[in-house]
């Protein structure tokens, strides 16, 4: 009995492949945007936690200095003599040729054990580890691109992260030119009985505890959160083909639901059997899901990477491993998504009276109070995301808004859809116009769901759009002001720079050096540059908000400009101090617009900067020259100094490079972007098709009257097109509104600038034109089906049972 | 005191964190000592200097022993040791000194045993030797001349600290007699090819202090017994460990002596007998004999912690018990390091060191 019962049930799907074959589709492709993105995810934060644990920053107590960025190594001896067990520890930025790389130098004899994780695994020799030119521990891929650098010998370990390397304390002091000096102390976790305090035997350091999030997870927060919602976005928009489709399916099975009860199965057998449909469907796509989010994931990864790491400097492998926890997600996701969309037609069947009309509907037919109910409830949503957006705060908060705003715009679309159509109907008088105008209305709940689909993937499309176009000509014109040297040099040693800049002040127009010094600048880590008085900061440097009379006490040497992210990080003002590393305490006297940077950052006076800090490093220069003559000086450069061609770069190539990290920023944004647009063209396509095979009880009396099959198709596609047509309208200014919030709100919670809004017509043409093509695509079947359907056909309907 | 070789065993594992090839078993030992100096019969020794550390030999040790009675009535022992172990000859400040350090610090009840070490590299201070005044140190934990310093030796008035989880101790050192070269004036020979050390004792210190144990202060006095050595290659290739004693005769006489034990089943024994006025006279190999007894289970290892000790031509027929079977010291590479008592011809205290047991 059970067996035929669900026979009979699975032959509905027999019958409708196409429809069987949306649920499928819609469903994979759902789970498939999500667990991609939490594939991403979980790689990354991996990633995170192994840069955490390297140093064993996760466990272990850790000693850091409290002002400034290292401490004397005579500390260490002066805190194992107190009896405190601390293993040193420096770090710092290492320039290889053209390549950046983490060296962190530790004392493997006081480590404790489990610091180092796996990072030093295959080592033979303490003495050629300590002993200079010692050995550098780094990643088969960091082995690979510093090939051909001069560096100590190198040891591939399969620990290690990319970009980071390992030496002893004493070569690494060496490498980063930090001569006994220690960035760090790990704290061992035994510890001898009756030890002194931490503030009698080292006051210049403070107690930090282990970080099991870790700075880099916290830092990349917000671009993870960013991913999340992205991938939730297109779960949502998948899950509305999933919930069209289920209850079509349901609907049209009324009859042999009613059928089978009829023959004596009882109401909570036939549940059952729905429910362990559903259950193997789910399951089904829930691993064709992920087996696509896995190649989705694969393909955007190393663009993430990328991003990850020109934004945050974080590393994170390019490959990605097989994760069971997203594997696991994406299925329970799936499972849960179907049951969800399942619920309300499950709830249906089993209150359905068991001689119940067997007629099939389109979904339970909306009555004008469902509409008012949902417009109302739209109008709720987008005033909370007014209120949210006026009063609220944070990051979490901005996604709060852009929830309530694309659900509101959704939920507020039939009512306007409804409104329309009812204002046009009342202008038509010619009988084929009304009925065209009243029929459509009539299809509106039908059609309800894909549209609102359709209607977020738009609006999500044009806000994000908006967002990336206006953060790309900002970005642009920024670019243009802030690279303004013609030449970029970068010295090997200070004396080389020193020597290169004194040769080349007679040739050219200027030298301005680009020094930084890193260290904390309002607690968190952060640099500061030197600029000399020259008119091209003075016209050029992009600044948001200053002082009158700005450069000129940036000149005098006791005041600083600060970046905007430190700005807003600090919710300063100007004139607020700030203080930089070691304590320095100086007026903010401007702010500029530093974007593509996470890290907060100072400009002040150059003899300042020395004064301050006398060890920072002299090797960088920017150029001004007549644009003429770049080419020549910069081969002059190359044939007189023997600099590699990669230190010195012209502007173009810095635009080009720059540029290029910008358009990595957001080509994953922009990937899941198209994919959630083509999520909405499937559900349009799911919906359309489905629907028109119940279409011929109201389209047998039209054609009887006398409307041809070819005029019937023609309404119908116009009437299609209609519908995309103002769902696209209004998803333009959803869409805007998107995109503010995104600029205004999340940007700057995420990243920290803020950025104007500019809009792009031309680019809403271009997603008309995809939209529309989606619809076309969606109505070639259920047209060309219904240009070929028999007069026999059309007539059997009068002959039904309805 | 051939039995401390072993440290360069320790250390070597300790290094392993780096991953340094594994030790294989005692027979490392054996290594050749490439670029490293070797002792030689008839170097005499020159203080205070070579109360300093040699680095040109590979490895070396200050190793303190007492033997100590609480206010309490409880018989207490603990050990002091500071191991220098070169990765190369010769030292260099700063970070690329080849010498490792490594402290190990233990005190024994009756009933407890408590025990700590320490690591440390050379040349940035965390751990080293001085002479004049001397001291010794790693961490916190200190082996330093007094002030003021009385007459005589720089190591005739010392203070040892040390400190663990949950133990600590300070101690003041009073030396009564001589320091006492060890084998053929300061040339001990250990084994039957040749291996040898340079190898001088202080085992006459008086010693007051406190013992700071969980949940109490001991006063306490006894007798120590400093050891120092230093060599390149120590043990022959087959030898697989060693059981070592120091004791302490009520007589005031005192005995050092040590078994090497081969993978042949075999052993070397030797040692020094000391004359109460500090008159060292060595023992020719395989005189005195070393007979192990009644075994307990420690660590799941059958060890020995009765021994029978013989040495016919002083009259010598005593048998040894450990104070505390489970003197198990639970280091990196863990050993057995306790004080024992003596009955028989000669009534004492003393400790004993056994390892290579498995």
Same mark, same amino acid.
């Given at each position: 009995m059970i067996s035929s019962g669900l026979g009979a049930l699975l032959s509905h799907w027999r019958r409708r492949p196409l429809q069987l074959a949306m649920l499928l589709l819609g469903l994979s492709l759902a789970t498939a945007l999500w667990s991609g993105v939490q594939a991403i995810n979980a790689e990354a934060r991996a990633s995170y936690d192994r840069a955490a644990a390297m140093l064993g920053q996760d466990r272990f107590d850790q000693l850091v200095p409290t002002s400034g960025e290292e401490v004397s190594q005579e500390t260490f001896a002066r805190l194992s003599r107190a009896g405190w067990k601390v293993s040193p520890i420096v770090e710092g930025e290492w320039r290889v040729g053209t390549s950046r790389i983490h060296l962190i130098g530790v004392d493997p004899v006081t480590l404790p054990s489990g610091a180092t994780a796996a990072a030093l695994g295959v080592t033979s020799d303490l003495l050629a580890f300590i002993t200079p030119p010692g050995l550098l521990y780094v990643s088969s891929e960091t082995a690979e691109r510093l090939k051909g650098n001069s560096t100590p010998p190198l040891k591939v370990s399969p620990g290690m992260l990319p970009s980071t390397a390992i030496a002893d304390i004493g070569i690494a002091q060496g490498l980063l030119d930090k001569p006994m000096l220690v960035s760090r102390f790990v704290v061992s976790p035994d510890q001898p009985m009756g030890r002194p305090e931490l503030s009698v035997v080292a006051p210049e350091l403070s107690l930090k505890k282990p970080d099991v999030q870790g700075d880099l997870s916290r830092l990349t927060d917000s671009f993870h959160l960013n991913l999340t919602a992205f991938g939730f976005l297109a779960f949502a928009v998948g899950l509305f083909i999933v919930y069209s489709t289920i209850g079509l399916a349901f609907e049209q099975r009324r009859p042999t639901f009613r059928t089978l009860r009829s023959l004596g199965i009882p109401a909570t057998t036939l549940m059952g059997l729905l429910l362990i449909e559903l259950l193997v469907f789910a399951v089904f796509s829930g691993l064709m899901g992920v087996a696509l989010g896995y190649i989705l994931a694969s393909f955007l990864l190393p663009g993430v990477a990328a991003t990850l790491s020109s934004l945050y400097g974080a590393s994170v492998d390019g490959a990605l491993t097989f994760r069971s926890g997203w594997v696991l997600s994406g299925l329970a996701i799936a499972v849960a998504g179907t049951l969800l969309s399942a619920a309300q037609s499950l709830l249906q069947i089993s209150r359905m009276p068991l001689l119940a009309p067997a007629q099939p509907r389109a979904w339970a037919r909306a009555s004008e109070r469902l509409i008012l109910v949902q417009s109302a409830a739209a109008l709720v949503l987008l005033v909370a995301a007014a209120a949210l957006s006026e009063w609220g705060s944070g990051l979490v908060m901005g996604f709060a808004v852009l929830a309530c705003l694309l659900l509101g715009a959704a939920l507020l679309l039939p009512g306007v859809l409804s409104g329309f159509l009812a204002l046009m109907s009342r202008t038509s008088t010619r009988p084929v116009a009304l009925w065209f105008w009243a029929d459509t209305r009539q299809q509106i709940p039908g059609l309800a769901l894909a549209l609102m689909a359709l209607l977020i993937a738009l609006s999500a499309n044009v806000g994000v759009g908006t967002m990336v176009s206006s953060f790309r000509s900002t970005f642009t014109g920024w670019l243009d002001q802030r690279l303004a040297s013609e030449l970029y040099l970068t010295a090997r040693t200070d004396e080389e720079g020193d020597r290169l800049a004194r040769w080349l002040r007679p040739r050219v127009e200027a030298v301005l050096p680009v020094w930084n010094a890193e260290g904390d600048i309002d607690g968190q880590p952060g640099q500061v540059f030197g600029v000399v008085d020259h008119r091209t900061y003075r016209d050029?440097?992009?600044?948001?908000e200053a002082v009158p009379n700005a450069w000129d006490r940036i000149v005098s040497g006791d005041a600083a400009l600060v970046n905007e992210q430190l700005f807003r990080r600090g919710h300063h003002s100007l004139g607020d101090m700030i203080t930089l590393p070691r304590g320095w305490k100086v007026p903010i006297v401007g702010v500029y617009s530093d974007y593509g940077n996470p890290t907060g950052q100072a400009i002040v006076a150059i003899d300042a900067l020395t004064h301050h800090y006398p060890n920072v490093s002299r090797l960088r220069f920017g150029v001004r020259v007549d644009p003429q003559k770049v080419s020549a000086l910069r081969r002059e450069v190359v044939d007189t100094f023997g600099l590699p061609p990669q230190n010195v770069v012209d502007q173009a190539n810095l635009k080009r490079r720059s540029l290029e990290v910008f358009e990595q920023t957001f080509s994953v944004t922009a990937a899941l972007n198209v994919l959630t647009l083509c999520v909405a063209g499937v559900a349009l396509f799911a919906s359309m098709t489905t629907l028109s095979g119940m279409r011929l009880p109201q389209l047998a009396p039209v054609w009887a009257m006398g409307l041809t099959r070819r005029r019937l198709a023609e309404l119908e596609f116009w009437r299609t097109m209609l519908l995309v047509l103002v769902t696209l309208v209004l998803a333009i200014p959803v869409g805007i509104a998107l995109a503010w919030v995104l600029l205004a709100v999340v940007n700057v919670e995420a990243f920290g600038w803020r950025l104007p809004l500019r809009l792009f017509p031309a680019d809403w043409l271009r997603l008309g034109g995809l939209a529309i093509l989606a619809a076309l695509v969606s109505v070639v079947v259920p047209l060309r089906r219904l240009s070929k359907v028999t007069p026999a056909t059309l007539l059997k309907v009068f002959a039904d049972e309805r | 005191m051939n039995a401390k070789l072993y440290f360069f065993f320790v250390l070597t594992l300790c290094l392993g964190e780096l991953g340094v090839a594994k030790a294989q %078993?005692? &027979? %490392?030992?054996?290594t050749k000592a490439e670029g490293f100096a070797l002792p030689i019969p008839g170097r005499r020794f020159e203080f205070p200097g070579d109360h300093g550390p040699h680095s040109d030999f590979r490895i070396e040790w200050w190793y303190v022993t007492a033997n100590l009675k609480g206010a309490d009535g409880i018989d207490y022992g603990a050990q002091w040791t500071l191991f220098r172990s070169a990765a190369a000859p010769g030292d260099k400040s700063g970070w690329s000194s080849p010498q490792v350090w490594m402290g190990n610090a233990a005190v024994t009840t009756p009933d407890r045993q408590f025990s700590a070490e320490r690591l440390a590299r050379g040349g940035v201070g965390q751990a080293g030797v001085n002479t004049s005044p001397f001291s010794a140190w790693i961490d916190e934990w200190s082996l330093a001349e007094r002030e003021p310093t009385g007459a005589g030796d720089e190591l005739s008035h010392l203070r040892m600290t040390a400190t663990g989880a949950d133990f600590g101790y300070l101690f003041d050192l009073d030396a009564s007699g001589p320091i006492v070269p060890q084998g053929d004036n300061g040339f001990s020979v250990k084994s039957a090819e040749g291996q040898a050390s340079y190898y001088y004792s202080q085992p006459f210190y008086t010693v007051t202090g406190v013992l700071r144990l969980p949940g109490k202060e001991v006063a306490v006095t006894g007798k120590a017994w400093l050891d120092r050595e230093w060599s390149?290659?120590?043990?022959? &290739? #087959?030898q697989t460990g060693w059981d070592w004693f120091s004791l302490h005769f009520d007589s005031g006489e005192k005995l050092m002596g040590f078994r090497l034990r081969d993978s042949a089943g075999g052993g070397y024994t030797s040692g020094t007998w000391i004359s109460a006025e500090g008159q060292p006279t060595t023992i020719p190999p395989n005189q005195l004999k070393v007979t192990p007894g009644a075994t307990a289970s420690v660590a799941g290892r059958a060890v020995p912690v009765k021994w029978h000790l013989a040495l016919p031509e002083r009259g010598l027929d005593v048998s040894v018990s450990a104070i #505390?079977?489970?003197?198990?010291? &639970?280091?990196?590479?863990p050993y057995w390091e306790g004080p024992v008592r003596t009955t028989g011809s000669f009534k004492g205290l003393g400790y004993l060191e056994m390892t290579g047991y498995r």
């Open positions: 050029k440097w992009p600044l948001l | %078993g005692f &027979a %490392g030992l054996g390149s290659q120590p043990l022959a &290739a #087959n #505390n079977d489970q003197a198990w010291v &639970a280091s990196q590479f």
